[in-house]
């Protein structure tokens, strides 16, 4: 029987719309393992695991983005696993360190878990499909890393001599409990820098973001905490600043558009979420890959 033939840039093109979702799998592995590594007692590398988690959740966007192959499936498939890795995960170092003595003190896990998935879903709904500038709430996979990079970082030098007689038993419910209701805020957080060479600005930001990944690689136990601790701490400040002090900003704050764009003709995001109602899209024209999309007028 003679084979279909299947030209190599079709072939080619079908391998590089799975990568992205080959790493979003990655990431999934590397969730469960953590889980698996509390279960055998390693605390340590539980927390390295979601660390790695979040470095292929990273990339599989930028891969997605970079080849357009960004799909409604990978978005998904995305969502699913980041309420895993971030949110199930950390909650379970977090019960194992903290909340597993006292009989009800495993809801904090619950409240963090609920709060994750909550906010994976907003972000479907509400920056699906946009370029944005700024993460509306704080981002699941940094919540979820911040938790996870505690117990590396607790095991070093300056912790034991500086840090430790801190009473850390009171210190871990309320930052969770924080971290939950920063999630689901609408506190605007910085998303990674652009890098460039072209401009004056990418020139500066490509120096930054290679200060961090030098000092990720050569010091990740005292980094990661610490990098994502003042991530968490500044733009809660930036954000009770400029609302005490400016006011609330003009334009759209989410949207990835330049300043003189924002105090010219502004756009207006508008949500549609009358897809959301009990018998389906009241639109016709409405397609499931336009339910989690933005629309701009």
Known sequence: MKKN???RGERLRKGIIILPSAFTLGNLFFGLYSMVSVA???????????????ILDTLDGKIARATRTGTRFGAELDSLVDAISFGV???????ELFFADAQWSWTLSFVFVTATVIRLARFNLEEGGQAKKYFHGLPAPAAGMTLAAYYPFSQTPIFAE?????????IAPVGTVILSILMVSSVPYDKLPKIGFSTPRGI???IFVS???LTAVLQPRYYFFTALLLYIIWGLLRSILSGRLEGVPAGDILLDEDEDEVNGHGEIRVVDYRHLGPHGPTDPQLSNADSAREDLV
């Open 5 to 7: 033939w299947t030209p």
């Open 40 to 54: 055998r007692g390693d605390l340590i590398s539980a927390g390295w695991f979601i660390i790695y988690a979040g």
């Open 89 to 95: 995960a950390p909650s379970f170092i977090m019960f």
């Open 162 to 170: 500086h840090l430790s007689a801190y009473p850390w038993e009171q």
């Open 204 to 206: 500066v930001n490509s």
């Open 211 to 213: 200060t961090c990944l």
